[in-house]
């Protein structure tokens, strides 16, 4: 709830135009086959269903009055099975640009064996997903920090993020962080024109995403450092005191979950940070 609720707090700070939310509370099964027994039974079963269904509802409930405070329009949608599955059909059917889910921190282990709903929602929505996981610092806005491996993808994820016109960025700081060895640099800086080594290429394409940022907040800085992009991000949440972190992902494969991994997956399953994964709907 208390993620949840901070999530809701990212979203509500950063000033999307005509904001409105649709809270969905899903009921998850309690029979070992996923299944459900009917609510007039008068099994242990039955009331185990009705008392988390009734408990969705008075959470759902004081969610809506923390948003009518916020003067932040809601409806309630209360549904049964898989959460991941339950919102991610919502969000296609109301046509949301935006999911917000809460998340714990958790272990790389507990991770790997339990997953979370946001976890879920991250490899396989189709929509950008904010998750909150901690309350934002007393102020009118917010500070982000936005990672990028300039991919085409992520360039898109950027544009997508302009598009949405969040009024509510007062700082964003550009992260890269440069994975690439040393002797690979030098062949490729050999393939070069003399204007563009390393650092200028590098620099030279973040500054094209501030740019891009510039739109949405006057106060924009480039990082770059060499790194692991873990490492690297962790390291500029902390030097600026960020708010929230902001990055573009593709949707992944349970194979490839399992074997590689991702940036965006490990930021919200083992970060303490809120974050913004911007995902184009298209999917291109």
């Known amino acids: 709830m208390k993620q949840c609720l901070a999530g809701l707090e990212v979203f509500v700070r950063l000033g999307f135009p005509d904001p409105s939310v649709v809270l969905v509370h899903t009921v998850e099964p ?6 459900f027994v009917p609510i007039d039974s008068s099994s242990a079963i039955a009331e185990i269903q009705i008392q988390r269904k009734e408990d969705g509802e ?6 809506a009055a923390e948003l009518e405070k916020k003067n932040v329009p809601s409806t309630s949608q209360m549904t049964f099975g898989n959460p991941a599955h339950e919102i991610t059909a919502v969000a296609k059917q109301e046509g949301a640009d935006l999911i ?3 998340s714990n921190k958790k272990g790389n282990l507990e991770s790997f064996l ?4 946001a976890r879920a929602l991250v490899a ?3 929509r950008s997903i904010l998750v909150g996981k901690q309350q934002l610092k007393e102020g009118d806005k917010v500070s982000a920090v936005l990672a ?4 085409d993808y992520a360039d898109k994820c950027v544009d997508a993020l302009v598009a949405m016109a969040p009024g509510g960025l007062g700082k964003a700081t550009v992260v890269y962080a440069d994975t690439t060895s040393d002797d690979v640099w030098e062949a490729i800086e050999g393939e070069l024109p003399e204007d563009q080594g390393r650092e200028t290429l590098i620099q030279r394409r973040n500054e094209a995403v501030c740019d891009k940022l510039r739109k949405l907040c006057g106060s924009v800085e480039s990082v770059v450092l060499k790194g692991d992009a873990e490492d690297v ?10 708010d929230l972190l902001i990055l573009g992902a593709h949707g992944h494969g349970f194979i490839e979950r399992l074997l590689m ?9 083992n970060s303490p940070w809120n974050v913004l994964v911007l995902r184009v709907k298209d999917g291109r």
């Open 30 to 35: 309690v029979l070992p086959d996923g299944g």
């Open 58 to 63: 008075k959470r759902s409930a004081e969610v």
């Open 100 to 102: 917000i889910a809460g």
């Open 114 to 117: 339990m997953g979370s709903v």
């Open 124 to 126: 396989d929505a189709k």
């Open 148 to 151: 990028t491996d300039h991919s």
């Open 233 to 242: 991000i962790d390291a500029t949440m902390k030097q600026t005191g960020a």
């Open 261 to 269: 991994g991702s940036t965006a997956m490990h930021m919200v399953g």
